[in-house]
């Protein structure tokens, strides 16, 4: 019988010799980033492990979530994200509902409150909410008896991805502390960037992020990263490089003369990967708008990453899903308090 994953780390010494105390996962929301410690970061990223290996399977199910129902609500479009989810929730064997705003009563004035809440109603255990609004899933959270995972809300965070490039960086490069991450492109209305920034510099990396002033907001410093105009200027310091798409429906205006000045001066191509370490680590969240931020050579090229990000996210969101409906349980919740 394969070993089950544990929602508590193993005992380990400290440094007078005694036991420390077994680490116990105690939230049963995961709304971003900003509200994670190192620890239990870190300890997402070692279930997620416990995890990974079902996938190799002959039989790719594990009875850790069975009895409870995952309702995936994506107010927004998605494909890795749902998909990922969908899977995940599957392969916990728990039972799985799918909404999609096009189609349902919200197209009719309901609420996201209301409709969540109806949803709720049918014996729903976890909600995975995607919204366009930021902060949508922490006021579903603060309403709802349930176990929300915020799936992306607005320009705001999106914590399971960067959980998994965290989870894809480490598994790379043996850990992110002391590693430099270039984060590139539509700063000011990425959810990844933010979470990605939160999550390295909890666990020690330091983050550049580079694109033109229009799109990388000055403030972003107070979060512990530099910024860069120019993509030439850091390629060579950087031990990953994470390529990020324009979020065109986040904007109306043109933040810069034309994509073809903006591929010039920010894409990542065969030229500009030559003058990085042989090494670095090519990344990119998805979807890739191919000739934009990064050509097909560098995408498709023996430093990318990012289809194991993608297999990686399920892993990633198998532990997530895992985690919060164990925090939900009693002698969980109960533990924490003595």
Request: charge should be positive.
């Amino acid at each position: 019988m394969a070993k089950k994953a544990s929602s508590s780390s193993e005992s380990t010494k400290g440094e007078s010799g005694g036991q420390k105390r077994p680490f116990v996962w105690a939230r049963k929301d995961l709304l971003g980033m900003d509200e994670l410690s190192a620890e239990e970061i870190v300890h997402v990223l070692d279930t997620a492990e416990s995890f990974r290996e079902v996938s190799t399977r002959s039989i790719k199910k594990v009875p850790a979530l069975r009895g409870k129902v995952v309702a995936l609500m994506f107010f927004e479009d998605s494909t890795r994200t749902r998909m990922s989810f969908e899977l995940a929730a599957s392969r916990l064997s728990a039972d799985t509902m799918i909404f999609t705003s096009k189609g349902s009563s919200v197209a009719k004035g309901e609420t996201t409150l209301d409709t969540v809440r109806n949803v709720k109603a049918m014996g729903v255990d976890v909600f995975v909410i995607r919204h366009s609004q930021p902060g949508a899933p922490h006021m579903v959270s603060r309403k709802v008896d349930a176990s929300i995972i915020n799936a992306g809300d607005g320009a705001h965070e999106h914590p399971t991805q960067a959980l998994l490039d965290i989870f894809t960086l480490r598994q790379r490069l043996g850990g992110v502390a002391g590693r430099r991450v270039a984060i590139v492109g539509d700063i000011a209305h990425s959810r990844v960037a933010r979470s990605n920034i939160l999550g390295l510099r909890k666990l020690g990396a330091e983050v550049v992020v580079v694109g033109p002033p229009t799109m990388v907001p000055s403030a972003i410093t107070a979060m512990g990263c530099q910024i860069s105009h120019s993509l030439d200027d850091v390629l060579g310091e950087v031990d990953a490089i994470n390529m990020l798409r324009i979020q065109f429906e986040r904007f109306g205006g043109n933040l810069f003369p034309s994509l073809r000045e903006y591929s010039k001066v920010y894409g990542l191509n065969s030229q500009r990967l030559a003058r990085c370490r042989k090494d670095v680590l090519v990344m990119h969240p998805g979807p890739i708008n191919r000739g934009v931020e990064i050509t097909s050579h560098v995408a498709d090229g023996p430093n990318s990453c990012i289809l194991q990000q993608v297999t990686n996210g399920l892993a990633i969101r198998m532990a997530v899903l895992y985690l919060v409906t164990q925090a939900g349980e009693p002698e969980i919740r109960n533990s924490k308090t003595k």
